[in-house]
C-alpha cells in the first residue's frame, strides 16, 4: 500500500513550452503532497508544498509563476514548469507521507526527468 | 534549501563489511528519516527515528540520534553488492506540514 505514482518518468520539451507532471496517490488520500528538484549527483530541493485545495507553499528563490502547482483533489497535485528553458532541465520527484501512524516516512514517485532543448 | 550535511559523500568497500553513513542538521526536529535511491530513480523509505529516540534497527540497518549534538548515523552491516545506491537522511520539521528536509547524501558502493 501507499503507492505515489507520477507521470511521466521522462519528458523532452523545447525552450519555451510548458511541461505538465502529474502525481497521484493510488491508494490513500493525501492532503499535502511535496515536490522536489534533484540536479545528478545533488541531494533533494525541496520546492514546494502542495496542499489541497488551497494555494501551494513555495520554499525561498522557486519562482511560483514558473513553477505552477495544483492540488485540486485528495489523490493529484500536478508540477507545471511554464515556458521552460534549458536551465530547468532536471530531475523532479514528489512525495507524500500517508497516515499510517508516526513511524512511517513519506511515500516518493518514481521522478520525472525533463530535458528542455 | 538544504538541512545539512552528510558525510562521507562517497563511500567504497567491500561485500560483508559493515557502512556507516553520518548526518548533521541545524534546526528542530519532529523526527528523522533515511532514504534510498537508486540511480535516476525514486526514493524508499528505510527507517525513521523520532526526536526522542536515540537508537533504532531495522535488519542489517542501525540508526543512532544525537538532538544535542545534532547529528545521525546509519550503519549498515553485512553490506551486499545489492546495497549500491545513495543514501539521504531527511529531517521532518517541526511545525505545519512536517515538510522534509534533506541532506547531501552519501554515495555508496559495495563492491563483490
Known amino acids: 500500500g501507499a503507492v505515489v505514482s507520477q507521470h511521466p518518468s521522462w519528458v523532452i520539451c523545447k525552450s519555451g513550452t510548458s511541461v505538465k507532471i502529474e502525481c497521484r496517490s493510488l491508494d490513500f488520500q493525501a492532503t499535502t503532497m511535496f515536490w522536489y528538484r534533484q540536479f545528478p549527483k545533488q541531494s533533494l530541493m525541496l520546492m514546494a508544498t502542495?496542499?489541497?485545495?488551497?494555494?501551494?507553499?513555495?520554499e525561498q528563490g522557486v519562482e511560483k509563476d514558473k513553477f505552477l502547482i495544483n492540488h485540486a483533489s485528495l489523490t493529484l497535485s500536478t508540477l507545471t514548469v511554464t515556458s521552460a528553458h534549458p536551465e530547468d532541465s532536471s530531475f523532479y520527484i514528489c512525495?507524500?507521507?500517508?497516515?499510517?501512524?508516526?513511524?512511517?516516512?513519506?511515500?516518493f514517485g518514481s521522478g520525472t526527468r525533463l530535458t528542455v532543448v | 534549501s538544504q538541512q545539512g550535511e552528510e558525510d562521507p559523500q562517497a563511500l567504497s568497500i567491500q561485500e560483508g563489511e559493515n557502512a556507516t553513513m553520518n548526518c548533521s542538521y541545524k534546526?528542530?526536529?519532529?523526527?528523522l528519516q533515511w532514504y534510498r535511491q537508486n540511480s535516476g530513480r525514486g526514493l524508499v523509505h528505510l527507517i525513521l527515528?523520532?526526536?526522542?529516540?536515540r537508537e533504532k534497527h531495522s535488519g542489517r540497518l542501525r540508526v543512532t540520534l544525537d538532538t544535542s549534538k545534532k547529528s545521525s548515523s546509519l550503519l549498515i552491516t553485512a553490506s551486499r553488492a545489492a546495497d549500491t545506491a545513495s543514501y539521504f537522511c531527511a529531517t521532518a520539521l517541526t511545525g505545519g506540514y512536517n515538510k522534509l528536509i534533506f541532506g547531501a547524501g552519501t554515495r555508496l558502493a559495495v563492491h563483490p
Open positions: 527515528i523520532r526526536s526522542n529516540e
Open positions: 512525495s507524500a507521507r500517508p497516515d499510517r501512524g508516526r513511524d512511517y516516512g513519506y511515500t
Open positions: 534546526t528542530s526536529i519532529n523526527n
Open positions: 502542495s496542499n489541497e485545495g488551497s494555494k501551494a507553499t513555495y
